[in-house]
């Protein structure tokens, strides 16, 4: 099983995981020491220096602000797949900050970034919804402007509600099919199955986090249990 930490200022994530790390930051107290904390505070930033320690598969931050983007970046840089959420309204918004105070990140840095997300709150039939806007893929870097090179790959269409796939090609699946040695039909078959099981479990509204916890692991460990389920 994979270790996976969290990292946030309010616990809000709970993960049907055994070998899950949840850390929170603390409130200090008193005077300010001489950088600029009260005594006893742990903030993000010491969070994640000491997370990397932990050697996790996983590391998740849950909002990216100021100075522990760094170190997040820095563990993605070195190895370890990490995730966070920034607050951004569009892809040029979400650069914009990576790049300038308080988060400041270098060129070197922003290219461990892989795929962002998009959220939007809409209204569909009067009722208030969220949905991924966009899905855009970081497909390298313009070393003159110091800033990433991207490509949407999926876009939601507001009018029909739909998910429209925009690109050419993905580079993320072009990439993963080189690691593990696949062909790129085969990875996307591969998505195709796991969107088919989370289409599934909205049908039959398995929405309680532990359920769909038991039903990803046991995917994993052997889809076609699951799959032959779906079929039957």
Excluded at 95 to 114: D, G, H, K
Excluded at 205 to 223: E, S
């Amino acid at each position: 099983e994979a270790k996976i930490v969290t990292i946030e200022d309010t616990q809000e994530l709970n993960l049907p995981q055994e070998h899950w790390l949840p850390a929170v930051t603390r409130s200090g107290f008193g005077a300010s020491t001489s950088e600029g904390k009260k005594q006893g505070e742990v903030d993000m930033f010491d969070l994640l220096r000491a997370a990397l320690r932990q050697r996790p598969d996983y590391l998740v931050v849950g909002e990216i602000r100021g100075a522990e983007a760094n170190v997040m970046f820095t563990g993605m840089a070195t190895g370890h797949p990490g995730m966070g959420t920034i607050h951004a309204d569009s892809m040029e918004a979400l650069i914009n900050r990576l790049i300038t105070r308080p988060i400041s990140l270098s060129p070197a840095l922003l290219q461990s970034l892989n795929i962002c997300f998009l959220l939007t709150h809409a209204k569909i039939e009067g009722k208030a919804i969220r949905r991924v806007k966009e899905v855009v893929e970081i497909t390298g870097m313009d070393l003159k402007k110091g800033e990433p090179i991207y490509q949407t790959v999926f876009r939601w269409d507001p009018g029909a509600d739909e998910f429209l796939y925009d690109a050419k090609e993905s580079s993320i699946v072009k990439r993963i099919s080189i690691s593990r040695g696949m062909t790129q039909e085969e990875v996307w078959e591969e998505i195709n199955r796991r969107s088919l099981v989370l289409g599934w479990m909205a049908e039959n509204n398995i929405v309680n986090f532990r359920d769909v916890g038991d039903i990803i692991k046991v995917y994993m460990r052997d889809p076609d249990t699951i799959l032959q389920k779906i079929k039957s």
